[in-house]
């Protein structure tokens, strides 16, 4: 199987004050596989987002190596990076992170026009995205004007425009009540089982966390556990 994400003994420190220095991950080993549907869970100040930042290539680590999909990271320059993350990756967040004042399909569109994708084809293919996550009838809607829910589906729209094969979702479901967070969790079963991308989700619910494959458990930085979720196929 193929390795989309290999991290070895990835440490991350931020330098606060004078000289002091803030280990927030030491030594993480994760290799992540192509289809794979990974949760990360761990208190509040365990690293997650930081991890998650670095998996998304949003950040360097302070040593170890970073395979992307087979490419080290280390050697880039920050336009590579962001041209990878461009077309690798989709991120979704707690706070939906939509551009304001712009509808559903510009924000949809945006990455694409980013890409290079002409607009009339861009806005079409946003249009179609908008379809799949069920987003149709408010196409032309601004953020201030939808529901939580119906924000995460237009950022999850969003994060698919530019069809990478990975997902990275920091507490996707964060800020929803269950009843739509539940209907959120679904769209990422479907992006995974229909689509194939790979998927890790960030999660501080334990239910969310079992339906994926694998679960992986930081804390003060550190990987301390990793189990098999119900969602794991074969077995
Ligand atoms: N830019 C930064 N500068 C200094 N310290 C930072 C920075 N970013 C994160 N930290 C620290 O790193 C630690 C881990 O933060 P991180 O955001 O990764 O935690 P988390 O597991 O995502 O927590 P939460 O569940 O609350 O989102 C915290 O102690 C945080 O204060
Ligand atoms: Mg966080």
């Known amino acids: 199987m193929k390795k989309v994400i290999e991290m070895k003994d990835i440490c991350k420190s931020f330098w606060i004050a004078d000289n002091e220095e803030l280990k927030v991950l ?27 930042n670095i998996i ?3 950040d360097r680590p302070t040593t170890g190596e970073y395979f992307l999909d087979g490419e080290d990271i280390a050697g880039m320059k920050d336009r590579q990076l962001s041209e990878i993350r461009n077309r690798k990756i989709g991120f979704v967040f707690q706070t939906f992170n939509l551009i304001p004042r712009t509808n559903a399909v510009k924000n949809v569109a945006l990455p694409m026009l ?21 987003m149709k009838d408010r196409m032309y809607h601004n953020p201030n004007e939808l529901s939580g829910g119906q924000k995460q589906r237009v950022a999850i729209a969003r994060s698919i425009a530019n069809n990478p094969g990975i997902i990275l979702a920091d507490e996707p479901t964060g800020a929803l009540d269950s009843v739509t967070g539940r209907m959120i969790m679904d769209l ?14 960030i999660t501080h619910s334990p239910e969310l966390a079992q339906e994926c494959e694998r679960i992986i458990t930081l804390k003060d930085g550190v990987i301390i556990k990793e189990e098999r979720g119900l969602g794991h196929a074969s077995y």
Request: no cysteine; aromatic share 6%.
């Open 26 to 52: 030491k030594k993480i080993n994760l290799t992540v596989y192509e289809g794979e549907f990974v949760a990360i869970v761990g208190a509040s100040g365990s690293g997650k987002s930081t991890l998650m």
């Open 188 to 201: 990422f079963h479907r992006l995974h089982s229909q689509q194939g991308k790979t998927i890790v989700l």
């Open 56 to 58: 998304g290539a949003l």
């Open 114 to 134: 980013y890409a290079g994708m002409p607009s009339r084809r861009a806005n079409r293919k946003a249009k179609e995205l908008l379809a799949q996550v069920d």
